[in-house]
């Protein structure tokens, strides 16, 4: 009995001096890196870069900086120096396979970064928040001298060959050797102000902006070959950067004239009317024309301004539109990117696709969103449309006031009940209809009014594209 007491006595006194107090228990919190700045934005392979946030491994080398830019596989990158919220790094030489080519030549290109602490950070860096990378700066040597100390004759620069070649195209870029130089800009350059963009683009869209006369780009607020901080205006309203614009240019491949993708006019090339359900679907505003930012460059289903700035995105959930809801976070996501059909390398286009795996496409979570798909999907939170899902967290989160819906206390346990929506599809055949008043319905097979809806979509409907499991039709796919 006595020996039993004292083994007793020695387990508990163990169990108090390893297990964590309630307290203890109650502040621990997982915690992963986040960037707040980067500086400078604009720097060449080999230069420093200063990243500020919060939870990064103090030392040297403790902490890690990937860099990434779509298509291209990731490159990490050991930090110089760091305290837990600001590191030093060195862009590597690296860095060069993934920058953007012209013609051949590397040119900068904006690399979004991720840091690797203790944890690695959960999303990349805004485009905003991105630094645009050069290549590195090439070291030129003195000219040789003759014997007798006489300099050698100079060789005739870049610009003075362009100046007497005034109809040349020396940096490819569509401008003239001549309108290059009259208006400032380098002609053995394509990229003058090094934002990423090329002259050309910029200046045939600072035309299409100003109408019939000729910007000249060293005046403002036009598309600016001589301006490197344009990257992230959007001069013509259509909710696409210049930089997302030109990026979608390039994957166009469809070159001069600018009728592709131009940051000068909405309606690139003209307008392009809703012709086809596909078209509906992506008709973001029901105007019946599918401008720049409602096209689908890379065919994947989704709208390009869907898939870079609204449901596509993962903070769009938590910091735009949804702000009362707590994020879905004991897991990473990748957001999309419009110019990549299958983000994920499956064969599967991304609208097809399934970002948190819950049995909901992309296409019905992003680009549907709640008040066209009729649930309340969530691209990013796998319990959301269906807490019963086959990836939804079997453990919510705690505290309470931590919790991501449905367990938040918005939504019963196993409610498959459509959320409100403004646009209803009956099971049989596909009508969209129109409802400006939540709470005024209008049964399918009703004629509806479409004052403020122009379309009458009838005929078979199969939801099936929409999810990537099988659905009854009325909830979701394991409810």
């Known amino acids: 009995m006595l020996r039993f007491l004292r083994s007793l006595s020695f387990i508990l006194v163990a169990a108090g001096v390893l297990a964590p107090t309630a307290a203890e228990a109650a502040t621990s919190k997982t915690v992963y890196p986040t960037v707040s700045s980067i500086s400078p934005r604009k720097v060449s392979i080999g230069q420093k870069l200063t ?33 837990s919220t600001t590191l030093v790094v060195t862009v590597p030489m690296k860095a060069a396979d993934l920058l953007a080519e012209r013609n051949e030549v590397k040119v900068a290109t904006q690399l979004r970064l991720r840091i690797v602490g203790a944890r690695m950070g959960k999303t990349w860096t805004k485009n905003s928040r991105s630094p645009i990378v050069s290549p590195a700066k090439s070291v030129t040597t003195a000219k040789p001298t003759t014997p007798a100390g006489s300099p050698v004759a100079a060789e005739p620069t870049c610009q003075q060959k362009a100046a007497a070649a005034p109809t040349a195209d020396f940096d490819g870029d569509s401008l003239p050797n001549a309108l290059e130089l009259k208006y400032l800009v380098d002609p053995c350059n394509a990229d003058t102000d ?14 299409q902006l100003n109408g019939a006369s000729i910007p000249y780009p060293g005046n403002k607020p036009w598309p600016n070959p001589l301006d490197p901080s344009d990257l992230t205006d959007d001069f013509d309203g259509d909710g696409l950067t210049a930089g997302q614009e030109y990026a979608l240019w390039v ?31 992506l008709d ?13 460059a890379d065919g994947d289903g989704l709208s390009n301004m869907v898939e ?12 735009v539109q949804y702000k009362n809801e707590k994020p879905y976070k004991i897991r990473s996501f990748s957001d999309l990117d419009a110019t990549n059909p299958d983000g994920d390398g499956d064969g599967v286009l991304d609208g097809a696709d399934d970002q ?7 296409f019905a979570e992003a680009q549907l969103d709640r008040w066209k798909a009729g649930y309340r999907v969530h691209a990013f939170n796998p319990c959301l449309p269906d807490p019963n899902g086959p990836t939804c967290s079997r453990y919510p ?11 938040d206390g918005t939504q019963s346990l196993n409610d498959g009940v459509p959320f409100p929506a403004r646009y209803i599809f009956s099971a049989g055949t596909y009508t969209l209809t129109y409802h400006a008043n939540y709470s005024d319905w209008v049964t399918a097979g009703s004629p509806p009014n479409y004052t403020d809806y122009p379309y009458l979509l009838t005929g078979p409907w199969d939801p099936s594209p929409w999810f990537r499991a099988g659905w009854d039709g009325t909830m979701g796919p394991q409810g």
């Open 51 to 83: 990243v500020k946030g919060a939870h990064f491994r103090a030392g040297k080398g403790k902490s890690t900086v990937v860099f990434y830019r779509s298509g291209k596989p990731v490159l990490f990158a050991k930090a110089d120096s760091a305290t």
């Open 194 to 207: 090094g934002d990423g963009l090329a002259d050309g683009w910029e200046y045939y869209s600072a035309l």
């Open 251 to 281: 994957y166009s491949k469809s070159g001069f004239p600018l009728l592709q993708y131009s940051d000068g006019t909405q309606n690139s090339g003209g307008k392009h009317p809703v012709l086809t359900l596909a078209d509906v679907y």
């Open 284 to 296: 973001l505003d029901n105007d019946g024309n599918l401008t720049d930012d409602e096209r689908d």
């Open 308 to 319: 870079w700035n609204l449901g596509g995105q993962h903070l769009w959930w938590s910091e």
């Open 356 to 362: 948190d795996n819950d049995g909901w496409s992309n």
């Open 397 to 407: 989160a705690a505290p309470a006031e931590d919790q991501w819906p449905p367990f």
